[in-house]
């Protein structure tokens, strides 16, 4: 078990079938100790009877509503009160108003331009300050991203400029704490038939295609990027950060 002994902060699960539940579990399966956020009241008992599931109770259970910088550093704080120095942190969020998924980019309101910004990639920057005391030497933080970061995929609009800025972040994260031993990666996954997955118009076609395209000739599992996000979070990625790693079946490498 690559994770034996570590505690891991995930943010945020949000169901069953997110991707983020997905790196809990592999998690699990790999003998971290993990901390589950979730966003508000609502999600609460949907995460409680989740880590039931698990093979090892959380160590906490944490409410975290990342457009809010008062609930970031309550998290973080209740974070530190759990498992004192964590050596992960899962950044397993992203948001854009469902009309900004749906009309043409250039339609793209200031307000859905701010908030996809602010909850898809600002809110990285912003755990990452509020936990950098918390972070063991050698801990890894991963966040997920996707292709459309670097091409234009259909419908998916400004979550697209969202994630390019995720990745430049994850760049200029992996400088500002690589001196405290801290790693900063992000996993492109290819697309996964979540429900935050099935808000872009199309979706399913999307599917198909890259099914049908990458070289693989299938579309990724949830549980590949969760084997992914345990290995980057492991002594085991210890010389990488500020990498975009691809878990897609290949498909980015793929031209006409």
């Not at 998690?27 to 949907?46: C, S, T």
């Not at 950098?132 to 991963?142: H, P």
């Not at 992000?186 to 070289?215: C, M, Q, W, Y």
Request: proline content about 3%; glycine content about 10%.
């Amino acid at each position: 078990m690559i994770l034996k002994g570590k505690r891991v902060a995930i943010f945020n699960i949000a169901n069953k079938h997110s991707i983020a539940w997905a790196i809990a579990k592999a998690m699990d399966r790999q003998g971290a100790e993990l901390i589950l956020g979730f966003q508000n009241e609502r999600a609460r008992g949907k995460v409680e009877a989740l880590a039931g599931e698990l093979g090892r109770p959380p160590l906490a259970l944490v409410q975290c509503d990342v457009s809010d910088d008062k609930e970031i550093y309550e998290a973080a704080a209740a974070v530190r009160a759990a498992a004192g120095g964590i050596d992960g942190l899962v950044h397993a969020l992203a948001f854009a108003p469902k009309e900004a998924l749906e009309k043409p980019f250039i339609e793209t309101s200031r307000g859905a331009f701010s908030t996809a910004l602010d909850v898809s990639a600002y809110s990285l920057v912003a755990l990452c300050r509020a936990l950098q005391d918390s972070f063991n030497s050698g801990a890894g933080v991963v966040t997920l991203t996707y292709y459309g970061a670097e091409k234009v995929i259909p419908n998916y609009n400004v979550m697209g400029v969202a994630k390019a800025a995720l990745e430049a972040s994850v760049r200029y994260l992996a400088n500002d704490l690589g001196p405290r031993g801290v790693r900063v990666n992000a996993i492109s996954a290819g697309p996964i038939n979540t429900l935050a997955a099935r808000g872009v118009s199309g979706f399913l076609e999307i599917l198909d295609h890259h099914a049908s395209k990458a070289p693989l000739r299938r579309n990724v599992e949830s549980r590949e990027v969760g084997d992914t996000a345990c290995f980057l979070v492991s002594e085991l990625a210890s010389g990488i950060t500020g990498e975009t790693i691809y878990v897609d079946t290949g498909f980015n490498i793929m031209g006409i």
